[in-house]
């Protein structure tokens, strides 16, 4: 067969093709002698919900050093996506294939992980927590053989990120997230080909399952049920709901600091009430686990957004913010970019006058600190800066306001609170912790 190379359909010819040798690859795999995993020796008893799984927080080097570009580069696929999607599957499967041939990607600066068990006999997988996403694939950096016990959809996967593109078998297996918390039946990809994900096996998607349209092939219409879909349909959780409990980290050392709650919240990890708001009907920010805020700055409530969609996202490190909401918090606080960095920067005599956040979310409003609003000095070298400035961690999204996504509260702001993802009753909730005025 020859492939001409020549327009997009040339590209999607040498995806296939790709896709065909990776696949033989796996076949060569199969005759190799299998190596023994183990058995879990004691049976699994499910515990009353909520059952939880501690997260830790991991700083990658390649990354951070590109900390900005990573996150607008993910906050424009999280447009793009969708956009693609109004467009067709065909041109988000092209797209995909763009990624994969030419388009540089890059790592998470910042990646929040949980260890997970897939197939019997289990086999564990390091997966980078997303609530930007929702299909949970695995087989990051290495040719992967399913497990014995699963199952083949007959589809392919096409997923594309900000830092990179996974493309794949679907398959159906047990995961198990925690003791007593095993999903049945569970669709998953075990990629054939990723890019851009060094430093995990792969990704456990959390988000709204209307983000896996178009992710399937040939069965292109269909939805794939998250973790936490199943789990809560299966009767293994009390509510369709994650609470989720990060914490900030001033060490480039790996910390076991975080906890995702399944079916319900830790009453342990947040302090007062927890306030619940709808997600935001706002498009595109209404297809992620979005919401609408006001935004002010200092004590004369400086306007910096109002009443605007965005999103909250564990896939994005930093608080990024429409262009025009960017300008204002800039000459509020007199912050210059750094010109290498790309991230707005204070002296420290100007962060001693830095004053704190608003962000009114619903009827209550939340304090953001001016300790929550920079990158931890103690790294200021990881990504790229000296010790003569304050590097902030609020930044521009890429677009000005009124676009339907202008803002993305990242794991920056996520660390000062506790947050709620409740997909049953389709809204989101926070609620402060130890951690918001420190």
């Not at 033989?24 to 939880?52: E, F, K, M, Q, Y």
């Not at 936490?228 to 600091?257: C, E, W, Y």
């Not at 009430?273 to 997600?279: A, M, S, T, Y």
């Not at 979310?361 to 300790?371: C, D, L, S």
Request: charged share 15%.
């Amino acid at each position: 067969m020859i492939v001409r190379a020549s327009g997009p359909l040339s590209r999607f010819s040498i995806f296939l093709l790709l896709n065909m040798f990776a696949r033989l690859s796996i076949a060569v795999c199969l005759l190799a002698s299998l190596t023994s995993l183990g058995v879990l020796s004691n049976p699994i008893v499910v515990r009353d919900s909520p059952i939880s799984l501690p997260v830790a927080k991991r700083f990658n080097a390649t990354g951070i050093a590109n900390i900005l570009k990573t996150d607008q580069a993910r906050a424009h696929a999280l447009k793009k996506n969708v956009q693609n999607a109004n467009t067709g599957v065909e041109a988000r499967r092209l797209s995909a294939t763009d990624a994969a041939f030419g388009i540089p990607s890059t790592s998470y600066a910042t990646e929040y992980v949980v260890n997970v068990t897939v197939g019997n006999p289990p086999r564990p997988f390091r997966l980078l927590v997303d609530t930007g996403s929702s299909n949970t694939w695995i087989g990051a950096n290495q040719i992967l053989r399913p497990p014995p016990s699963a199952r083949d959809t007959g589809n392919s996967l096409w997923v594309e990120y900000g830092s990179g593109i996974v493309t794949g078998e679907q398959w159906v297996d047990s995961i198990t997230l925690a003791p007593g918390l095993t999903v049945h039946n569970q669709s998953f990809g075990i990629a054939l080909l990723a890019v851009g994900f060094e430093t995990v096996d792969g990704i456990l998607g959390l988000g709204p399952q209307v983000l896996t349209y178009g992710s399937l092939f040939p069965d292109a219409t269909a939805f794939v049920p998250t973790v936490t879909d199943n789990a809560f349909a299966q009767g293994l959780i009390g509510a369709h709901s994650i609470g989720i409990s990060f914490a900030p980290s001033k060490t480039l050392d790996g910390v076991t600091n975080g906890e995702i709650s399944f079916g319900g919240v830790n009453d342990s990890k947040y302090t007062g009430e927890i306030n619940f708001v709808p997600l935001t009907t706002t498009y595109p920010s209404s297809l992620y686990v979005g919401i609408n805020q006001t935004i002010t700055y200092g004590a004369s409530k400086l306007p910096i957004l109002s009443n605007n969609a965005g999103i909250t996202d564990t896939g994005t490190t930093l608080l990024l913010i429409a262009t025009d909401a960017l300008q204002a918090y800039q000459a509020a606080t007199g912050a210059e970019a750094d010109p290498d960095i790309g991230l707005l920067r204070l002296t420290p005599a100007q962060f001693s006058k830095l004053e704190s956040l608003f962000f009114t979310i619903g009827k209550e409003t939340y304090e953001f600190t001016a300790n929550a609003q920079i990158w931890p000095r103690e790294l200021n070298s990881a990504i790229g800066g000296t010790d003569d400035f304050v590097y902030l961690i609020v930044a521009d999204i890429g677009t000005p306001s009124g676009y339907g996504m202008d803002f993305i509260d990242g794991m920056s702001f996520l660390e000062r609170f506790y947050s709620v993802y409740d997909a049953g009753a389709n809204r989101f909730g926070i609620a402060n912790t130890e951690f918001t005025l420190s």
